[in-house]
């Protein structure tokens, strides 16, 4: 509601900074009177909440959010475990009752209608129920904004809210090895990546659609598990769980699968490459042979 700049056909702001954040309309007036446009949303591309759920960060009941302070309340007691990044205590075990996380009722959406959910999961296998290794919920149902998920007895991930669902076809392996987990969502579209950190490439990726559910801003954010009581709980451990306000790139994730993984990226396999391992060889001349 405060004007900006000057009476022109075009507003530009220099180097933008925190403060500029916020709704932006142009108010067109002539002799007849004013009409007020659309507001558009002006936001910095950021990473709003990180954590590493590694014990050096679990201070005072909490996992510290090293990113903006919405540091997490632990439920339970965690019991921390080699992380994906060798760290021997850099990653929590999740239990029934122990381990999970619940932070504030951080909204990455709300300006720009995009985020990104990131963490690295050593998946034990289904359990017969439930489970979801992040979740933007309160304890009723209604409240789910949005959740990460597996059904019961299934590996495929799954990104779901109060009244819409989306399959990935892409798969957690509870081999013990540790894999990255990466939703990104821009408006209604969906994008899974899960690749462990012996590959990356165009096959660990998936697209869907999806909708948010409306007035459910205010849940919390639950780590490990879907809702603050700690139901749901992920079978295994996390470790490394980050949200932005925007949608990556596959560049972007690519390069935070890097990080950990520090092995060569397959983004554009060459023609002829049938397995997806950025190579044509004879495994793809077997795969060939047998079609």
């Given at each position: 509601s405060t004007p900006i700049g000057t009476d022109s056909s075009s507003l530009t702001i220099d180097s933008v900074q925190a403060d500029d954040e916020g709704p932006y309309w142009c108010r067109i007036t002539n002799d007849m009177g004013s009409v007020d446009s659309d507001a558009a949303g002006l936001y910095l591309k950021a990473m709003i909440a990180h954590w590493t759920l590694d014990e050096s960060d679990a201070m005072g009941g909490e996992y510290v959010d090293l990113a903006t302070g919405n540091n997490a309340?632990?439920?339970?007691?965690?019991?921390?475990?080699?992380?994906?990044d060798g760290d021997p205590n850099g990653a929590v075990q999740v239990t029934p009752g122990n381990g999970m996380g619940v932070a504030p009722a951080i909204s990455p959406t709300t300006m720009g209608g995009q985020m990104t959910l990131s963490m690295w999961v050593n998946w034990a296998g289904p359990n017969g129920g439930h489970q979801r290794p992040l979740a933007k919920r309160e304890v009723a149902y209604p409240t789910s904004r949005w959740y990460v998920a597996l059904a019961p007895d299934a590996n495929e991930v799954r990104f779901d809210t109060y009244n819409s669902g989306s399959a990935s076809g892409l798969t957690?392996?509870?081999?013990?090895?540790?894999?990255?987990?990466?939703?990104?969502?821009?408006?209604?579209?969906?994008?899974?990546?899960?690749?462990?950190?012996?590959?990356f490439s165009a096959a660990n990726v998936a697209t869907a659609e999806l909708s948010l559910a409306a007035d459910t801003l205010e849940s919390p954010i639950s780590i490990g598990a879907g809702n603050q009581n700690g139901s749901y709980s992920l079978n295994g451990?996390?470790?490394?769980?980050?949200?932005?306000?925007?949608?990556?790139?596959?560049e972007d994730v690519a390069e935070l699968w890097y990080e950990t993984s520090q092995q060569g990226i397959c983004l554009n396999p060459?023609?002829?490459?049938?397995?997806?391992?950025?190579?044509?060889?004879?495994?793809?001349?077997?795969?060939?042979?047998?079609n």
């Open positions: 309340t632990i439920l339970g007691t965690p019991s921390f475990v080699e992380g994906k957690l392996s509870p081999d013990g090895a540790w894999q990255l987990v990466c939703v990104t969502l821009d408006g209604n579209q969906v994008t899974y990546y899960v690749a462990d950190k012996q590959g451990a996390i470790d490394d769980v980050r949200i932005y306000n925007y949608a990556m790139s596959i060459p023609v002829g490459d049938l397995n997806g391992d950025c190579r044509v060889d004879s495994a793809d001349a077997d795969i060939l042979q047998a």
